[in-house]
């Protein structure tokens, strides 16, 4: 548990440039160059080996990550969670 927790601590640093960060949540960067998508993929499969592995992670993901990653469609509603002046 404490490398994954140490792991998703470091790679939501904003120096690492994979997440921007909304008022309470994270959406994936817009401007991931190749390498940021590598670590991206990274990320998610290290994700999904927690879970497989049951350990509970603090991954502050907005909502419309997992709203997408499940294909529910998303609407304003996503954006007013991650930055309500954009909304």
Avoid: C
């Avoid at 790679?11 to 994270?26: A, I, S, W």
């Avoid at 997992?66 to 469609?73: A, R, Y």
């Amino acid at each position: 548990t404490t490398l994954y927790k140490r792991f998703f601590e470091k790679v939501f640093e904003p120096e690492n440039q994979l997440f921007e960060r909304g008022v309470t949540h994270y959406l994936p960067s817009e401007k991931l160059t190749e390498d940021k998508l590598y670590e991206l993929e990274l990320f998610g499969r290290v994700l999904i080996r927690a879970i497989y592995d049951e350990r509970t992670v603090n991954v502050p993901l907005a909502p419309s990550v997992w709203k997408f990653l499940q294909k529910i469609p998303l609407d304003m509603r996503d954006i007013d969670v991650f930055d309500p002046e954009l909304s």
